[in-house]
Nanobody
Framework: VQLQASGGGLVQAGGSLRLSCAAS????????MNWHRQAPGKERELVAT???????LYADSVKGRFTISRDNAKNTVYLQMNNLKPEDTAVYYC?????????WGKGTLVTVSS
């Protein structure tokens, strides 16, 4: 499984970005795709994920501002980020699980200026 994340960049506080994560390769059997982030000097944390069915789960710090969605036909997961804050600055990683094996994309940098 290869995961290609894109959409990061530099944005001012209050702005928006949409991240995309396209899965390719042996995608049959992927049971989960979600977004994590790692800020400088901090541990990687879960940002958003699908749970059962189309239910979603978000980190408390992004609730109401971020939205995870997916296009199954394109094998792509999105993260719409609105009202960005400087504390959202991080490398954002896409993660997939297939038959119990975890795959990570290379990450895309999001920088939010104040």
């Amino acid at each position: 499984v290869q995961l290609q994340a894109s959409g990061g960049g530099l944005v001012q506080a209050g702005g928006s970005l949409r991240l995309s994560c396209a899965a390719s390769g042996s995608i049959f059997g992927i049971t989960a795709m979600n977004w994590h982030r790692q800020a400088p000097g901090k541990e990687r944390e879960l940002v958003a994920t699908f749970t059962t069915g189309s239910n979603t789960l978000y980190a408390d710090s992004v609730k109401g501002r971020f939205t995870i969605s997916r296009d199954n036909a394109k094998n792509t997961v999105y993260l719409q980020m609105n009202n960005l804050k400087p504390e959202d600055t991080a490398v954002y990683y896409c993660r997939a699980v297939r038959f119990g094996i975890v795959y990570w994309g290379k990450g895309t940098l999001v920088t939010v200026s104040s």
